[in-house]
């Protein structure tokens, strides 16, 4: 607390010294008086508006495959050999746009059956692969 140096009072200054806030104040004014600038774009584009309404023609159902461990496969919950799933594929993949393939395989299922599928998927020309997995337990 400032104490009073003029006046014949004597107890201590009760006014709040407001130099420090103005000094902030104004380097923050000066902050966002360079910044502003910036945030606008020099080269304006025209957007397409977007409607809502339309349906997504794009989207293509993805081919859920799921791996037992003891090497079994199925394809949309429907149990496939390997020269089937082979051949869906084939199919799959001449599709535009291409259906995502949706790995799911038992925790415990050995690599190789893994392997195996992601290879007979690339020979048929399939690029788009995801691995299903569950949340922490």
Do not use: C, W
Not at 2 to 30: C, K, Q, Y
Not at 96 to 109: G, S, V
Request: proline share 7%; charged share 20%.
């Amino acid at each position: 607390m400032a104490m009073s140096t003029g006046g014949n009072s004597g107890g201590p200054m009760s006014e709040i010294n407001v130099t420090p806030l103005v000094d902030v104040m104004l380097v923050l004014l000066i902050i966002f008086m360079i910044t502003a600038p910036l945030m606008s774009h020099r080269i304006t584009v025209p957007l397409p508006n977007a409607n809502p309404k339309t349906p997504d023609t794009g989207y293509v159902e993805p081919m859920d495959v799921a791996l037992k461990q003891d090497g079994s496969m199925y394809l949309n919950d429907a149990e496939v050999t390997e020269a089937e799933l082979k051949a869906q594929f084939a199919v799959a993949a001449s599709k535009t746009p291409q259906p995502e393939i949706q790995l799911r395989a038992d925790k415990d299922t050995e690599y190789r059956y893994v392997r195996k599928i992601l290879a007979d998927a690339k020979a048929a020309g399939m690029v788009h692969v995801g691995f299903m997995t569950t949340g922490k337990e």
